[in-house]
């Protein structure tokens, strides 16, 4: 079987190759992938090649597949696993495998950084044993694909809320999530991530009372409270409050006041920003928790903590990287249950010919997830400029048209009709 892939050499050396599929084993499985969202950390791996922590192998020998955030249906199931898998079967994977080497130690070995013949910019993939052993290969029943390839990316939300964790004064007892019924401040928060953060925090079982929102760009703040509106939370129990801290003076105090004069209970960073992040530090009340979640690409990246706070104000920090197979299978649950619906996150539709440059440029290009669909060829386009696209004419005209159409019917969102009409119409890689 021959697969369509972009592949890994070395830093920036990203490369769309045909080649061919070793013939599955019995304990592996043979997979068509239907969609993959590019992510900031397939980025970090193009700058950095070989020196990533998740590579595996000598890049240029045994280059590896990229993309992580992948769904796509299994062609052909191994003989070990036919008991448990159908061929025709949707699925998604949870690419931390946290796979024990020889000696038992968990290693950061992973589909899309470290494997020769599975990741999500891919047409076909061959998933191998140690996927299915660890329990990452994961049923997905909804009518769509998108939704599948988002499933990653939430989970790595839902993981960093339930690693928020609180103290009990007197006892060395850890109560693990956010402060139920407290504050919360989401920093820098209506990026990708911190829409989904949003969205979780207004659903989630575990809820805090009040969520603070804040960014530097009003456009940005004005589409997040359009998506995930002050009523909606109230709904759900939640305040919702949005602010821009640009041209505060004194953002801590002005944030403290919409908290009621208090300070917050949790807080998350959302960019590695250096007064972001000590920003959340001088927010956190007593006991408070702080979650670095933005990964950095500086490998010197610091920032001032007040330890005096850590030492009598009970202060603490946690820094997460992706969530773990449960985590995957709540945010699995959570959007087929319609509680979760993270489509606001896609703002841009390409094919796989745009896979490679689009991941080498991802820190440059505005907006939210870039959502590849792997067997089309067809250039990384904003779904705002669907209309604009199809005004200039040419030969893909007519799709960018209908495209148009069909996102405006949909609050200019991604869709599941949008989805059908893309794989059925934009020509094949």
């Not at 290969?137 to 928020?164: K, R, T, W």
Request: with cysteine; glycine share 10%.
């Amino acid at each position: 079987m021959k697969t369509t892939a972009v592949r890994i050499y070395g830093v920036n050396d990203l490369r769309l190759e045909e080649f061919e599929l070793p013939e599955i084993k019995d304990d592996e499985i043979l997979a068509r992938i239907v969609s993959d969202s590019i992510c900031m950390s397939s980025h970090k791996l193009a700058l950095q090649g070989a020196n990533h922590k998740r590579v595996r192998y000598d890049l240029a020998a045994r280059p590896c597949i990229i993309g992580h955030e992948f769904c796509g249906v299994l062609e052909k199931v191994g003989a070990r696993w036919k008991d448990r898998f159908r061929e025709g079967d949707k699925f998604a994977i949870q690419p931390a495998l946290n796979y024990p080497d020889a000696g038992g130690t968990a290693t950061l070995w992973s589909p899309g950084y470290s494997y020769q013949y599975i990741g999500g910019d891919a047409t076909y993939i061959v998933i191998p044993r140690e996927v299915m052993e660890m329990g990452c290969l994961l049923p997905y029943g909804a009518d769509n694909f998108f939704m599948g390839s988002l499933s990653e990316p939430v989970s790595c939300i839902v993981g960093a809320f339930h690693a928020q964790y609180h103290t009990r004064g007197g006892s060395y007892v850890y109560d693990m999530g956010i402060a139920e019924g407290g504050s919360l401040a989401l920093l820098a928060s209506v990026g990708p991530m911190g829409l989904g953060a949003i969205d979780y925090a207004i659903h989630a079982p575990r809820k805090a009372r009040r969520v603070v929102v804040t960014d530097i760009d009003d456009a940005r703040l004005k589409r997040a409270s359009e998506l995930l509106t002050v009523g909606e939370a109230k709904k759900n129990g939640v305040e919702l409050i949005y602010v821009n801290t640009r041209d505060l003076a004194d953002p801590v105090s002005r944030l403290r006041d919409l908290n009621g004069g208090k300070l917050f209970d949790d807080a998350f960073v959302f960019a590695p920003v250096k007064s972001v992040v000590e920003m959340g530090d001088a927010l956190l009340g007593r006991d408070g928790c702080l979650n670095f979640f933005a990964g950095p690409t500086d490998t010197a990246f610091s920032a001032a903590f007040n330890f005096y706070n850590v030492h009598y104000e009970s202060h603490h920090i946690v820094g997460t990287s992706g969530g773990n197979t449960d985590d995957m299978r709540e945010s699995l649950a959570m959007m087929a249950g319609e509680e979760l619906n993270p489509v606001f996150m896609i703002t841009h539709v390409g094919g796989l010919d745009a896979a490679a440059e689009t991941t080498i440029n991802l820190d440059k290009i505005p907006g939210g997830k870039k959502l590849i669909y792997t067997h089309k060829k067809f250039p990384l386009t904003a779904i705002d400029d669907f209309a604009e696209k199809a005004a200039d004419g040419g030969g893909l005209g007519p799709l960018y048209s209908a495209l148009a159409e069909i996102c405006g019917r949909h609050r200019g969102l991604w869709s599941r009709e949008a989805e059908e009409y893309f794989l059925a119409k934009a020509p094949g890689i």
